[in-house]
């Protein structure tokens, strides 16, 4: 498969999620302990032998970059290909006057069109899976597609992937309509935004569109060519999570506290990786009360943890009460203290007896490096 480029489309609404995006991209939001949400974008390229892969970023870079740097935990720190970053020519972004992707892919189009790769993947980060590409790109060559869509049928679309793009199908397998979900339906076909096709079709795309002004989104285009090309879908049947949202965030990250879950999305077509830090052991002193909970390293315990998710380096003191929470990198919480149901960004410090209590569906977020 060294034959596919890949392109992580960072061009996602962050509308519903803006407590976690406010100084960082949606992709560079920390889930699950020690991840961030794009390492799963890229563990799937890389695990299908992807070694050329660029990152479109939007805004807010600076911690994504941080993240990445030099692909080197991804194996991406190569002479040849590798990993690369596309950061907007222009903030246009902040100016009010944000054209959508086609115009950050034309501003850095002589990469696409150098690349020796004659086939792209084009993929968004917000949807959590593990998926083999290999699989689907078969798909794509067995059904002489020029476009192959990789979608989930899923059956709780009255609740999650709201405003997610779905799919029609005719007899034949061939993407008839897109529609959006607006909650209306409990099954539909959710796009997962992920996109096979030829590198000089992708390339013609953004010419046509940069050269008439048909459309500023590419997803917008490929939509536009319904009729003209042959189509396809491809269904994942794994586990699928779709981030665009506080409460989607939420609910993700307490299923990952199920085994079974964790099993399928972290090792079930291959790992996924991340940014390594050396960090000693989680220590647990005498007063410390863990149960079905995720911990990540360097932690120091001293309270009671249930149900929740702890990220490097957080310290909990004694008679402190975590529950269903979520609690971000060097986050510190001083003695008897009451924490429920709520986000704490990185390096939170929830002072002495302090409470933060939020509800199930409606979690309380506490910003980054806030002192409570």
Known sequence: MLDYMGIINLNEREDNIKGLTSHRPLAAVPIAGRYRIIDFALSNLINAGVQNISVFTQNKYRSLMDHMGTGKPWDLDRKNDGLFIMNPMYDNYNLGIYRGDIENFKCHIDYINFSKQNNVIITSSNMICNLDYRDAIKHHNETGADITIVYKKADNCT?????????????????????????????????????????????????????????????????????KLKIFGYEFKGYLACIDSTYSYFKTSMQLLDMDVSRELFFKNGLIYTKVKDEPPTKYEDNAVVTNSLVANGCILDGQVENSILFRSVKIRKGVTVKNSIIMQNCLIEEDSEIINAILDKSVRITKSNKVIGDKDNPEIIQKKAVI
């Open 159 to 227: 609740v999650d992937y709201q405003y997610s793009n779905t799919l029609i199908f005719d007899k034949c397998g061939r993407v008839e309509r897109i529609d959006m979900n607006f909650g209306r339906d409990s099954e539909c076909n959710v796009s997962m935004e992920m996109y096979i096709m030829k590198k000089e079709l992708f390339l013609d795309i953004i010419n046509s569109c940069v050269s008439t002004g048909y459309c500023d989104y590419f997803r917008e285009a490929v939509y536009k060519y319904l009729n």
